[in-house]
């Protein structure tokens, strides 16, 4: 399609202006994406909002760098992507947000309405059916056909994404539209408030019976009471029923880490998992109970099950359960508000000191010295409050189950398992005005390693941590544990600190000694920085496949 001339001080106004006004009523400050030639009326009325835009280098980078900012600010953050090859590879990140329950409202051009429906026109970037492709990865997708269609499709899918459970959902916009003057009067009156989701009475009041007469109750807590705000209601309902707490990888920071009644992250414990089995009323809440929170589906509980979750097909999806299907906080709040205190607690505290020391006696075992201080170091230079977002490498894993967060987002790649999240999710989170640290392998590094220039370009303070082992390390650990041998697990790699430096990154080599200290001085002298830390580590061993 021919662009229109430049408009000048007279201009009409088009249907990327009627976008980005949409936007703005509806309450978005910052924007993620990169421009392409069928969006370039979206990025014409950008330039002119107060929006501020963050410019990734690859879209499934800005898909990660949306999903980061939401998570930190709890609000739905547009994506503006490009048609065909930019919309397409923006999906592996779109993956992670849907399994996190992230949202993230993408808005994606397309082709010109002419070529729409299959008609094969041959239009740059054209798809038979655009849409089609993303429906598997988002929960909700509309295409957009005039310009008085926007607000109304907008607010829509924000609602969706902003609902629990939360997740990205997909506007697509012809080319055409987005260019074309339009008389649609300026937005001024759109809502996207979010759908309540409460659970039944007659749920919580069983619920509610069900815990009270509970001999061993234990709660597993899910990513969703993270998500939801629910750990204040949490803490007072493991109280109130002297209910042990387990935290799911998604859900760390669910649970206050040294609690009495804490059992920290350990699922991946036969010791953990057999005390799970062994409750006789256990308590799901925001938690499908997937293969991480199941020790590789090897748990069965052998007592009652209640579910708490927002995605009702989750619900009982892995166990039979008394399932509620409502938002986390607001159950929590309901079942703390309806049971009674139990005054016995003789049973929880020496049960959850037990367990903990059993799991840690086993990893004494290991020699695993290494890479607890490797651990330790990056605990000990993070203040409380400071974000981290971990990519799928070994310290990573080691991180899911041992690392507290204390009172900081922790957020990882876990949901979708790709490679890369870490450092494109943190300068989404780092725009939002928080200093953030990174960590990547140097194998999910080379995926990223192109916003080293996003980094500099908007000056934000992401601290990016490289543990460099020379390949897929983790990849490495599995395939030598099942086959003796690992196969294209070593990897060819850059001097890291000296391809961040020729971006105008400062960037330091350290060592597990010197680690805590470099990273304290990274923070301290803000971002963007690098810390490379050459070493070899490894996991600790699988039990799922043995017994206690």
């Known amino acids: 399609m021919t662009l229109p001339d430049p408009p000048g001080r007279g201009r009409v106004r088009s249907g990327g202006d009627v976008v980005i006004e949409s936007l703005d009523v509806l309450g978005a400050r910052t924007v993620f994406g990169i ?32 999903d980061g900012h939401a998570r930190v600010t709890g609000e739905v953050t547009p994506l503006l992507l490009s048609t065909g090859p930019g919309a397409l590879t923006a999906l592996a990140g779109l993956q992670e947000a849907a399994a996190a329950s992230v949202p993230v409202l993408v808005i994606s051009s397309q082709i010109p309405r002419a070529g729409l429906g299959g008609a094969r026109r041959g239009f740059l970037h054209e798809l038979p059916d655009q849409a089609a492709v993303v429906r598997g990865v988002v929960k909700h997708a509309r295409l957009v056909r005039s310009a008085s269609q926007i607000p109304s499709a ?173 938002d986390a906080r607001s159950t929590l709040r309901a079942l703390t508000a309806a049971v009674s205190a139990r005054v016995d607690e003789a049973w929880p505290r020496p049960v959850v000191a037990e367990v903990l020391a059993r799991i840690h006696d086993r990893l004494d075992k290991q020699e695993l010295g290494l890479e607890q201080q490797v651990l330790g170091a990056v605990r000990e230079a993070l203040a409380d409050t400071v974000p981290s977002f971990w990519d799928m490498t070994i310290l990573g894993y080691w991180a899911w189950s041992a690392y507290d967060p204390r009172d900081a987002p922790f957020h990882s790649a876990q949901g979708a398992g790709g490679l890369g999240y870490g450092l494109p999710a943190a300068l989404g989170a780092a725009a939002a005005g928080t200093p953030v640290l990174a960590v990547s392998g140097d194998g999910g590094a080379m995926y990223s390693i192109a916003e080293l220039a996003t980094l500099r370009q908007h000056d934000l303070p992401v601290i990016w941590l490289i543990v460099d082992d020379g390949g897929y390390g983790i990849l490495r650990e599995y395939m030598n544990g099942a086959f003796g041998q690992a196969t294209a697990t070593e990897l060819a790699r850059p001097d890291f600190a000296a391809l961040a430096r020729s971006f105008g990154v400062p960037a330091t080599v350290s060592a597990p000694d010197r680690l805590a200290s470099d990273l304290a001085a990274a923070l301290a002298a803000g971002g963007p920085r690098v810390v490379v830390l050459p070493c070899l580590l490894r996991m600790f061993a699988p039990t799922h496949l043995e017994s206690v």
């Open 35 to 66: 421009p392409g030639q069928h969006a370039l009326g979206l990025f014409d009325a950008l330039g002119r909002s107060s929006l501020h835009f963050v410019s990734s280098r690859i879209e499934n980078n800005a898909a990660f760098a949306a």
């Open 154 to 326: 907008l607010a829509e899918a924000w609602r969706a994404a902003a609902s629990a459970p939360c997740g990205p959902v997909w506007v697509e916009i012809p080319q055409d539209v987005l260019l074309e003057p339009t008389d649609v009067p300026p937005v001024r009156d759109l809502a996207g408030f979010a759908a309540p989701l409460e659970p039944r009475a007659e749920l919580v009041a069983e619920a509610a019976r069900l815990l009270e007469r509970a001999a061993r109750p234990v709660v597993v807590a899910g990513g969703g009471v993270v998500r939801s705000g629910g750990q204040p209601a949490l803490l007072e309902l493991a109280e109130k029923l002297h209910a042990p707490v387990v935290s799911t990888f998604g859900g760390k920071g669910a649970f206050p880490w040294h609690h009495p009644l804490s059992l920290q992250s350990w699922l991946e414990d036969r010791h953990m998992t057999a005390l799970l089995e062994d409750a006789d009323v256990l308590l799901v809440v925001g938690s499908g109970l997937g293969e991480l929170s199941s020790n590789y589906h090897t748990f069965t509980p052998r007592g009652r099950v209640i579910q708490i979750e927002a995605d009702a097909g989750k619900l009982e999806s892995n166990h039979p359960a008394l399932g509620i299907h409502a």
